[in-house]
């Protein structure tokens, strides 16, 4: 399942930022985080006006699992 979830970046990011600067204070970026917690992997980023971060979660369950912790 692709999705697009730039529209929760911002909460996730403050979140791993005012957290140590690091997911559980061992290092582990955002995307190690979100392969970890959902099984989401980073397909496509566009920082241009356009804004993407594209992902993609094994199922619609670990889907619907991370828009109630970030929507």
Not at 18 to 21: H, L, M, P, R, T
């Given at each position: 399942?692709?999705?697009d979830i730039?529209?929760?970046w911002k909460k996730l990011a403050n979140w791993y930022w005012?957290?140590?600067?690091g997911y559980e204070g061992v290092g582990m970026s955002?995307?190690?985080m979100l392969e970890r917690d959902y099984g989401a992997v980073k397909l496509?980023?566009?920082l241009s006006p356009?804004?993407?971060m594209i992902v993609k979660?094994?199922?619609e369950a670990?889907?619907?699992?991370?828009l109630l912790r970030w929507a």
């Open positions: 399942m692709r999705v730039e529209p929760q005012n957290n140590a600067g955002i995307w190690e496509y980023q566009d356009r804004r993407q979660f094994p199922n670990s889907y619907s699992i991370f």
